[in-house]
T-cell receptor, first 115, second 112 residues
Framework: GAVVSQHPSRVICKSGTSVKIECRSL??????MFWYRQFPKQSLMLMAT?????????EQGVEKDKFLINHASLTLSTLTVTSAHPEDSSFYIC???????????FGSGTRLTVV | GESVGLHLPTLSVQEGDNSIINCAYS??????FIWYKQESGKGPQFIID?????DKRQGQRVTVLLNKTVKHLSLQIAATQPGDSAVYFC???????????FGTGTKLQVIP
């Protein structure tokens, strides 16, 4: 149980375009979701935390107008990378809080390449 | 802060030996700690967790030790297998489960 489905797994886009990444909780309600970015051979860096129905809380240095997060339902959160540039190329991973005391579950990640 | 430009430390162990992966955490107020395994191109996979009021927890072939005095966490894997080869991250949780901070990670290489 407690599965998060993340799509797409890979996406290649042209510089200047926008890309949307979706994360769905399949068998539980995800009131809190987290979005991470991971560069090669580095750790996961938290970008933002979103609670259903509220505005996302962004970490310092993350541009909220560039990385749009929507968490409009208890089973879906989306991250939209707007006006993507090659430096936005990275591995993006979502995570959901399953419940207090039950930990977190992660999506399978999205490899974004901006050309 | 970000670990920009750093390479993951690597631990190489012989198949069948025990592995010990270490992690230093930063926030003394963290109340929950988790070890994750990440294979190439995939999301992190839960291994084991421990609460701050405990100092040891055992799972199947894995043990987590917590030393709050020196803010140190370790993951012990018994009888390491080739399938254990991956990158291992510790994570500290604070703020009422609202903040999860990952450590820098260790790459485990199992030599057959």
């Amino acid at each position: 149980g407690a599965v998060v489905s993340q799509h797409p797994s890979r996406v290649i886009c042209k510089s200047g375009t926008s890309v949307k990444i979706e994360c769905r909780s399949l068998d539980f309600q995800a009131t809190t979701m987290f979005w991470y970015r991971q560069f090669p051979k580095q750790s996961l860096m938290l970008m933002a935390t979103s609670n259903e129905g509220s505005k996302a809380t962004y970490e310092q240095g993350v541009e909220k107008d560039k990385f749009l997060i929507n968490h409009a339902s208890l089973t879906l959160s989306t991250l939209t990378v707007t006006s993507a540039h090659p430096e936005d190329s990275s591995f993006y991973i979502c995570s959901a809080l399953v419940g207090q005391g039950r930990g977190y579950t992660f999506g399978s990640g999205t490899r974004l390449t901006v050309v | 802060g970000e670990s920009v430009g750093l390479h993951l430390p690597t631990l190489s162990v012989q198949e069948g030996d025990n592995s010990i992966i270490n992690c230093a955490y930063s926030n003394s107020a963290s109340d929950y700690f988790i070890w994750y395994k990440q294979e190439s191109g995939k999301g992190p996979q839960f291994i084991i967790d421990i609460r701050s009021n405990m100092d040891k927890r055992q799972g199947q072939r894995v043990t987590v030790l917590l030393n709050k005095t020196v803010k140190h966490l370790s993951l012990q894997i018994a009888a390491t297998q080739p399938g254990d080869s991956a990158v291992y991250f510790c994570a500290e949780v604070s703020g009422g489960y609202q903040k999860v901070t990952f450590g820098t990670g260790t790459k485990l290489q199992v030599i057959p």
